[in-house]
């Protein structure tokens, strides 16, 4: 039995290494010297550990234009994910309205539409509506999701009616009601909802590319790909450039993994 | 009725930012894959013209899009069961008495999956690295030679698959963990009773009981292998001789490269349509597989 708990824990080791190794490589390459990866065998650890890497990549490229444009991007998109799927997403669950199941089951089938098959004629509305080449356009898709309104709907079956029909009788307005009752009881959707919306949003890398094609207003993501291109010698810079795009998101998952992974769960039942 | 009223408030914004910005583009893509919307009717919407079948009909001659379409199979069936094997082995490690710091080990594996990809596929693309990537050092302790991973044109997809799989595995490891969970503890005392080795359990209690998960992951994993897209746009821009131009790295080329839009739609059209056959299938194999 011993055996088989020493076996166990050793792949379990080694499973995580499989997993964290490439990125504490790239955290220990982005401070190397200049120059210092193109070596054969490559070193693991830097020898002078510098932080020349990131001065180079924040002062020569736009670097940290690109960073706040993400940021901003998140954060509105964030913004715009939980103010429109909270609402719709309470309305399926708590509200009546003519139609609510049909329309929501309508919804749900749309699920196994990939959203590739939308992208070129989205990019000729956005073209039509003037979005090309601005954040607005970035955030379009990112409005109303189906995934969105489904979590928040099953959160949300689960606040008692009579709570909300006494707020009723004690002459509460719909808003009211959703502000002081519906909104604090969905708490931790909330916050699963914020934190799959900011994630989804600075990693997503198709639809910006397509839709800006101004370099100062590019995302991380798509300013690292060009800068990829043009730097393909550069290790250490590279990697400086893709600790600053991981960073923030790895830091926020570590933080709110527990909301993170209750979506997950709940997004994995959609069918 | 105030209150159907202050429902739809609610639910209009929602419905209709999906309708004007999913479901309108949806239903616009089918038609649009019947014309011939090119760099010309962007500029002009009056040289636009009905082709009719024959961008699909197109689509069925060109030699890249058969290639994309075989390299996009050939990135499924390796990877879709590699990625699953993967996932399944952690989430049993994690979900083992035996083990211990499960909660750190967790945190381990699903790191890769909240990372973003393009910032990864730098990493890896230097990891690959012919001359100084690690991994060309770790199989010379090995004795083997240096793999050109992403310059030779049978290396670069499986290098793309491995890469996918460290990615992707903590996303499935986690929705089998949860399903795992759910299985009794007294089937398996039950098994042991009958005499059951590991491998028995693991056969005979363990998969039937983890299968509907099971059919969930591989039509979610699936799904996103089909859509194969930022990681050869990354590391190989389709190259070396096209093995790794996938189905919607050839829609993006044609679309936003050659801006023939109409054509590149029904490129995506034909990706939903093989997605959907593909999911079909899988429903129905498991409901015969369930009900023998």
Partial sequence: MRKGALLTNILMVLLGLFAVAPLLWMLSVSVMQPGEAAHFPPPLIPANPTTANYVTLFASTDMARYFANSLLLACLATALSL????????????????????????????????????????????KELGLVNSFGGVLVPSIATVFGIFLVRQYALAIPDEML????????SEFRIFRVIV??????????????????????????????????????????????????QDFELMMAGSVVTLLPVLILFVVLQRYYISGLLAGSVKG | MKREGAAW???????????????????????????????????????????????????LRTHLFWKALGNTLYFVVLGVPLSIALSLGAALLINSKLARFKGLFRTLYFAPVVT?????????????????????????????DPIDWLGDPHWAMPAIVIFAVWKNFGYNMIILLAGLQTIPDELYEAAKIDGAGRW?????????????????????????????????????????????????????????????????????????????????????????????
């Fill in chain 1, 83 to 126: 103010t429109f799927n909270v609402m719709a997403g309470y309305a399926f669950a708590k509200l009546n309205f003519r139609g609510r199941d049909r329309i929501f089951r309508f919804l749900l089938t749309a699920l196994v539409i990939p959203a590739q098959v939308a992208m070129i004629p989205l990019f000729l509305i956005c």
């Fill in chain 1, 165 to 172: 029909e006494a707020a009723r009788i004690d002459g509460a």
């Fill in chain 1, 183 to 232: 909104l604090p009881s969905l708490g931790p959707i909330l916050v699963t909802l914020a934190t799959f919306s900011f994630l989804g949003s600075w990693s997503d890398f198709l639809w910006p590319l397509i839709i800006l094609n101004d370099g100062d207003k590019a995302t991380l993501p798509v300013a690292l790909a060009n800068l990829s291109r043009e730097h393909v």
């Fill in chain 2, 9 to 59: 408030i609610f639910v209009a914004p929602a419905l209709a930012a999906l309708g004007l910005f999913f479901f309108l583009p949806v239903v616009a893509a089918l038609v649009l894959s019947f014309t011939d919307f090119d760099i010309y009717s962007l500029a002009d919407i009056r040289n636009l013209r009905f082709v009719g079948l024959d961008n699909y009909l197109t689509l």
């Fill in chain 2, 116 to 144: 973003t990809l393009v910032a990864v596929a730098v990493i890896w693309r230097y990891l690959l690295h012919t001359k100084y990537g690690l991994i060309n050092w770790g199989l010379g302790g090995f004795g083997i």
């Fill in chain 2, 200 to 292: 028995a359990q693991f056969r005979h209690v363990t998969l039937p009981a983890l299968a509907p998960v099971m059919l969930v992951v591989s039509i979610l994993t699936m799904a996103g292998y089909f859509q194969l897209f930022a990681e050869p746009y990354v590391m190989t821009q389709g190259g070396p001789v096209e093995s790794t131009v996938s189905v919607l790295y050839f829609m993006f080329e044609q679309g936003f490269k050659w801006w023939n839009l109409g054509f590149a739609t029904s490129v995506a059209f034909v990706l939903f349509v093989i997605l959907f056959a593909i999911t079909l299938v899988q429903l129905k194999l498991s409901q015969r597989w369930s009900d023998p």
